[in-house]
């Protein structure tokens, strides 16, 4: 009875004046999958460059010889920022583990500040321009009595787990970085 119903639907669908649809080849019902070929890469000549935008409609526009290096245009270019801007001030957030208290700790570049048993020398404190996402890193030796290295290294402030101070009573975390 479905089958029938079906018949009819499908008549119904499709008049006898209009196309039926394409037959749709099934793999498994008799037929093997092919693999379909990748796509052609762009060839691109010597000084041009891949564009992400779409090429307009069309053949296809030739390319003028080049005798040598690509030329730059007659347009001035913008000027490029600074991967990272110096600061002056770091702010670091310690945490004493054994009374759970955490303070703020505010250092100029190459000053020292003590934190329980641990010295910090901020060596360096830089930030992301305006014009990149928000970011802060700060180069900083951290040392403890019996020992002379506790941390020496860069610590940023989006990825804190990359830096950590390994410190069984104390932990120092960047914070900020302030002109």
């Known amino acids: 009875m479905h089958l029938l119903a079906a018949s009819v639907l499908a008549l119904l669908a499709f008049p006898a004046h209009a196309q039926a649809p394409p037959a749709i080849n099934v793999p498994g019902q008799g037929q093997q999958a092919q693999p379909m070929p990748a796509p052609a890469a762009p060839q691109l000549q010597p000084g041009q460059f891949l564009s992400t935008t779409p090429p307009p409609p069309g053949p296809p526009a030739p390319v003028p010889p080049s005798s040598g290096p690509a030329t730059p245009s007659a347009a001035p270019l913008a000027p490029v920022q600074a991967d990272w801007v110096a600061q002056r001030t770091v702010e ?88």
């Open 92 to 179: 670091l957030r310690a945490t004493d583990k054994v009374m759970a208290r955490t303070t703020t700790l505010t250092a100029q570049l190459g000053e020292t500040i003590r934190f329980g048993p641990l010295s910090v020398v901020v060596r360096d404190c830089v930030i992301r321009p305006p014009d990149r996402p928000q970011d802060a890193a700060a180069f900083l030796e951290i040392s403890a009595p019996g020992q002379p290295s506790v941390f020496r290294g860069w610590m940023l402030l989006s990825l804190p787990q990359l830096a950590l101070v390994e410190h069984p009573t104390h932990d120092i975390r960047l914070a900020a970085c302030k002109p």
